[in-house]
């Protein structure tokens, strides 16, 4: 695959592994972030080895994993050198205490101390360690310091109890990870993102529906959250896992549904990115018991809202991203919706072409403006969400005769 740029390329992570249960998601860990393009590694502490081997962090990390200060007298200065984010996960309460008390008596500590860039913590533990005031404490000043934290999540821990203190899952680890490094042009600022397909249903069991599996729409909402957004995702049915860092989730069936949710969220709204694919028409009669099997069927179908359409003529809209969805390369169709439905830029995919379009994890993608259009190759559709909040950073930043965000958001406030 062309271009499959990777926010963690050549990123060098030092991995802090602390004695706690959750060190055997350390591999999976590893493996992911390997995935992901960074190169890591890997310190453990003592207390680590009894959950899990150095072997198989050494496998998973194809590096030398590091344990002992006195291996070589100078690992806790030049690891820290070589390294671009520090991990610790899980991180024990013990380590924590260490980090926010400034105890430096083993390699992960001293490298910790000796380290001068950004370091992110998965707090691991039981819910009793979690709750004690001591530790609260050291978490306060570890954040205070700037130190990133990621959960501890609740449910079943290590013991049977329910609680808050399982480490943060290995995809929200990550997701932090790309966010340290991403560029936080949407700080603040409030999108709505849609995805998926609608349904419309016919009778109780039956309904219209489309291909789309809300891959697009989902990429968008964490490459949103990456870049410092309020994000606010409306999904139709879909099967991919919820991005973790949402302001809010509503999920939706019909078409109506989408459009009111849209339009509940939307004041004080600065962009609303339409990746979804919603359906375009309903049938005039939704049964209320199954429709009995006959020779032939005919179903009258009325149009579904066209919520694009309805947000683009609203007097102080945001700054609004359409998808046109074409079968073939019609990007005169795609320029004519961008004029109709009155969005700042649409984005043309071709759901015919190959690796584009509809439930693959790329996508072939033109964006386009008034007088601007910008042909990417086929890429990954996190990369191709990359793309357009570059195009609508670029462009917000350029609004020349539109009113800047926060004098829309003062407007919407006085009416
Ligand atoms: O979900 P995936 O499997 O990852 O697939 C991604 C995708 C192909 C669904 C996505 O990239 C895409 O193209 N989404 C838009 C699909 C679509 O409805 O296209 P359209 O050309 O019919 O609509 C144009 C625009 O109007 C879209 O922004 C759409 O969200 C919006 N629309 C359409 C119909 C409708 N009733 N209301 C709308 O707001």
């Known amino acids: 695959m062309k271009n499959k740029k990777k926010v963690l390329k050549n990123k060098k992570i030092l991995l802090g592994v602390a004695g706690g249960v959750a060190a055997y998601k350390s591999v999976d860990l590893v493996r992911r972030l390997k995935d992901e393009g960074a190169s890591v590694n890997v310190i453990m502490t003592d207390a680590s080895k009894n959950f899990i081997t150095p072997l198989s962090l ?80 050291n978490l306060r000043r570890l954040t205070a310091y700037g130190i990133i934290q990621v959960g501890p999540d609740k449910g079943t821990l290590a013991c049977g109890e329910e609680g808050i203190g399982r480490m943060a899952d290995v995809s929200e680890i990550i997701e932090t990870i790309k966010s340290a490094f991403s560029k936080k042009d949407f700080f603040k600022k409030k999108v709505i993102v849609t995805a998926g397909p609608t349904r ?17 729409g989902y990429a968008l909402a964490r490459a949103c959250i990456r870049r410092g957004a309020e994000v606010i995702l409306v999904s139709g049915p879909s099967n991919i896992e919820k991005p973790h860092g949402l302001k809010a989730f509503h999920t939706v069936e019909t078409t109506r549904e989408m459009r009111d949710e849209v339009f509940k969220s939307l004041p004080a709204t600065d962009v609303v990115i339409m990746a979804a ?29 066209d919520i694009l359409s309805e ?82 950073s670029g462009a917000i930043g350029k609004q020349g005769g539109r009113q800047p965000i926060r004098k829309l958001r003062a407007n919407r406030r006085r009416r």
Not at 63 to 75: A, Q, R
Not at 288 to 297: D, N, Q, T, V, Y
Request: net charge positive; hydrophobic share 40%; charged share 25%.
């Open 58 to 137: 050494e496998i998973a990390a194809g590096n030398k994993v590091y344990s002992n200060l006195f291996d070589d007298p100078m690992s806790h200065i030049n690891l820290p050198k070589e390294t671009d984010i520090m991990l610790i996960a899980p991180a024990t309460a013990n380590i924590i205490g260490k980090f926010a008390n400034g105890i430096a008596d083993d390699l992960l500590s001293t490298c910790f101390l000796s380290f001068k860039g950004r370091v992110v913590i998965a707090p691991s533990m039981n819910w009793r360690m979690y709750d004690n005031p001591i530790f609260q404490e």
């Open 200 to 216: 419309e249903y016919l009778d109780p069991v039956r309904f219209l529906s489309n291909r789309s599996s809300g891959k697009m």
């Open 277 to 305: 694919a919603p359906a375009d028409f309903s049938p005039e009669k939704e049964e209320k018991a199954k429709i009995e099997k006959s020779g032939r069927l005919s179903v009258n179908f009325k149009s579904a809202p």
């Open 311 to 392: 947000l683009g003529k609203l007097k102080n809209k945001p700054f609004l991203v359409g998808f046109a969805a074409e079968t073939g390369r019609r990007l005169d169709r795609a320029k004519e919706k961008l004029i109709r439905k009155n969005a700042d830029i649409v984005v043309f995919n071709d759901v015919t072409a190959p690796c584009s379009g509809f439930d693959v994890d790329t996508n072939k993608i033109t964006i386009i403006r008034k007088n601007k259009e910008l042909s990417l190759p086929v890429m990954t559709k996190d990369n191709a969400a990359e793309a357009i909040l570059d195009a609508v």
